[in-house]
């Protein structure tokens, strides 16, 4: 190849009409395009957008896709299987649609639940991001669609997004954030990583040697290459300093990886071994994934399959927080039920951003939001063409079933007086961009709630919200139902798990703080003196420096057990229509250990538990972490024995001599959540050290 080639597949446009940019002819609207090398019959790079199902670009391109529940409700399934099939399903509809490069896998660690994009990820736990997100990818790439993940790393907020300086030590981020990222490259082999906009530690993170070059490539000897977030890159240099390619290049401001890269190159050694190095390693996931065997072809979405997949995935990921006295799953009975708020009547509520997916026939709803200029129609508040209304209505055709939008709390308490049964649905929208100033659920919602549960004692609540939300008037609903976003048929999902058709089988990913006080930061960063905006520029040299060391590695539930602090709901936490029991623990140890654990279904009725397995204390003292899970399906006294890999890494310490297991006593609780732990284990390991000399 000559250097020309080489630089020609180092960067791409945003694929779609922005400012003087023409999208090739044949080229799908999307998210990128990196054009081909003809004489080397090296395929074009078409990239869409995302972890959720192809995104809807606003419409842009005419058509839509098959919507996925949001990323805490894939990571509250604690299924590795569920992801494979939902990537399988993302890649094959976007393969139809002409792409072969997904930006899929949102691998962050939920650091503060009030994070614009805190729905897109899986959860607050490395272990647990690890292993579902490096499925998904497997998924995506089984059907010869690259996969990348995203967005390395720190990156836990919006504001100020391109400017903000994560500030943390090498082990706390070893141990957190980059374990969740080194899991999930085990085990998906992503072809491509993409890089942050932030800073981490004083550098921009797409031009971060020690983290592009040192951790991800010489220490994890990852083999794919590279890309920008979209206008994240700042100088030509970055190349030296990891970043194999500048996407979005208009969105920046100069094509870096352009003729300034095929200069240096052809002037300096250091950049030509590097122009040399990146092309191989994207030619190289080209080739390992096998889109030059398997080109995208145009061809019609299975909406139907594609509906299945998402609402068992919806279903699956529902999380039961409340159930008083059983009120659910309601009884096929219930002569009057009132359903109020939350565009019940229309459709299910989406994510916004670039991850924003639709389905046939665009929102059902959609609602403008303080965002201008080209990325506005990314960043409405939509509403899938699924109502669970209507499917309440049909699940329980003899009920007489009314609706009232919830604007005011007076009219929906003097309706609730006259229904048997209230189900209140109560929306957080959120939006990649943008964070929310609290834990509130806006617009007066918690206003509505508290007035219809004073006035009718039976009332249920379905929150679709983007994250965890504070809950005032929690004691005195009846139940509580998190659906998150629930995507393509979540009306469905919902009806089905509120009358019982469905088991609830959700466990949370996330810990539900009681209020922002518990929180590491209870003041949200740069809400004060940044001005929100979807690209987060600030002004020249502007940073805005975080402090990630008050939490370290304890992120979530770790740091609520650090604390000692009682969280609203725990990680981990969901109830269910049946009832389980989990016992025999025991743990071995050595190289490779492992844990073994009993469930069994003590209930009436099938269903899902998920059991847990946390370290609670280790020879330097207490602790808490996640090491091992295993969703079960049950029958009515169904018995089974499960055992779980434990990987000595989340045993360890980061230390200057890489990851130590200090030599004592370790113990280990089995747990219905992070905070209910039922009974203990321990094992004996030996010192061990070890990094990654090769």
């Known amino acids: 190849m000559t250097n020309d080639e080489r630089v020609t597949l180092l960067n791409g446009i945003l694929a779609m009409p922005y400012g003087d940019t023409k999208v090739p002819e044949g080229v799908p609207f999307g998210a990128g395009y990196i054009p081909g090398i003809a004489r080397l019959n090296i395929p074009a790079l078409t990239e869409t957008d995302a972890s959720l199902g192809v995104s809807y670009i606003g419409g842009m391109r005419g ?23 939902g990537g399988a399903l993302i890649a094959g509809e976007a393969h139809a649609k002409g792409f072969n490069v997904l930006l899929a896998g949102g691998i962050n660690l939920v650091r503060d639940p009030r994070g614009g994009r805190a729905f897109e990820y899986l959860g607050e736990d490395p272990l647990h991001s690890g292993l579902l997100g490096g499925a998904a990818v497997a998924g995506i790439q089984s059907r010869n669609v690259i996969s990348k993940i995203k967005h390395f790393v720190l990156t836990p907020t919006e504001i100020g997004r391109q400017f903000h300086n994560g500030i943390i030590n090498e082990g706390a981020l070893r141990m957190s954030d980059l374990l969740a990222f080194e899991i999930a490259i085990e085990e998906g082999q992503p072809g491509s990583i993409m890089c942050a906009y932030n ?12 983290l592009l070059n040192g951790v991800l490539k010489k220490d994890w000897g990852y083999k794919g290459w590279v890309m920008s977030d979209w206008g994240s890159v700042r100088a030509t240099d970055f190349a030296l300093k990891g970043l194999d390619q500048q996407s979005g290049s208009q969105l920046d401001a100069a094509v870096h990886f352009g003729k300034p890269l095929l200069d240096a190159a052809n002037q300096d050694k250091r950049y030509r071994d590097k122009v040399s190095d990146m092309s191989r390693r994207i030619l190289r996931s080209i ?178 919200t983007g994250g965890p939300v504070a809950m005032p008037w929690q004691g005195d609903v ?13 009306g469905e999902g919902i009806a089905a798990v509120l009358f019982g058709d469905v088991n609830p089988s959700g466990r949370l990913p996330v810990t539900f703080p009681a209020s922002v006080a518990q929180l590491p930061r209870p003041g949200l960063p740069g809400a004060e003196t940044i001005e929100p905006n979807f690209q987060g ?23 609520f057990a650090r604390k000692g602090a009682k969280p609203l709901y725990p990680f981990g936490y969901g109830l269910s229509y049946t009832s389980f029991e989990r016992s025999g623990l025991a743990v071995t140890g050595g190289k490779t250990p492992s844990a073994s654990f009993t469930l069994r279904n003590t209930g009436a009725r099938d269903g899902a538990d998920i059991g847990q397995v946390y370290l609670v204390e280790t020879p330097l003292g207490k602790t808490r972490r996640l090491v091992g899970f295993s969703r079960i399906d ?24 890489g990851w130590k297991i200090a030599g004592g006593t370790y113990r280990f609780a089995l747990g219905a959540s992070a905070d209910d732990l039922i009974e203990e284990a321990q094992v004996q390991l030996t010192e061990r050290t070890w990094n990654y000399a090769k």
């Open 478 to 490: 009846a139940a509580i139902l998190e659906a998150w976003y629930p995507g393509a048929r979540g």
């Open 199 to 210: 800073k981490v530690n004083g550098a921009q993170a797409c031009g971060n040697d020690p």
């Open 287 to 464: 080739y390992a994934v096998g889109i030059d065997q398997n080109p995208p072809r145009k061809a019609p979405i299975d909406f139907t399959a594609g509906a299945a997949v998402a609402q068992e995935i919806a279903e699956k990921g529902m999380v039961l927080l409340k159930n008083q006295n059983n009120v659910l799953p309601l009884a096929a009975s219930a002569k009057k039920i009132l359903v109020i708020g939350g565009y019940a009547d229309a459709g299910v509520l989406s994510g916004a951003g670039s991850s924003q997916v639709q389905g046939e026939g665009g929102p059902v709803v959609s609602l403008p939001t303080m965002a201008e200029g080209p990325f506005a129609p990314i960043m409405a508040q939509n509403y899938h063409r699924s109502s669970p209304l209507q499917a309440i209505r049909a699940r329980a055709p003899q009920a007489e079933v009314t609706f009232r939008d919830g604007r005011y709390p007076a009219e929906a308490a003097i309706a609730a007086k006259n229904a048997d049964l209230v189900i209140v649905f109560a929306t957080q929208w959120m939006s990649e961009g943008l964070d929310v100033p609290d834990l509130s659920l806006p617009t007066g919602q918690d206003e509505v709630v508290a007035a219809v549960a004073k006035a009718n004692p039976n009332t249920v609540v379905v929150l679709q």
């Open 634 to 657: 049950l029958k009515p006294g169904e018995a089974r024995r499960v055992e779980v890999a434990i990987d000595p890494r989340v045993l360890a310490d980061w230390t200057s001599k």
């Open 63 to 85: 058509d839509g896709a098959t919507a996925l529940p949001s990323g805490l409700a894939m990571g509250s399934t604690w299924s590795p299987q569920l992801m494979r099939e």
């Open 537 to 559: 520029y600030g002004k020249p040299g502007q940073t805005l420096d975080i402090d990630y060391n008050i939490e370290g590695a304890d992120v979530g539930y770790r740091w």
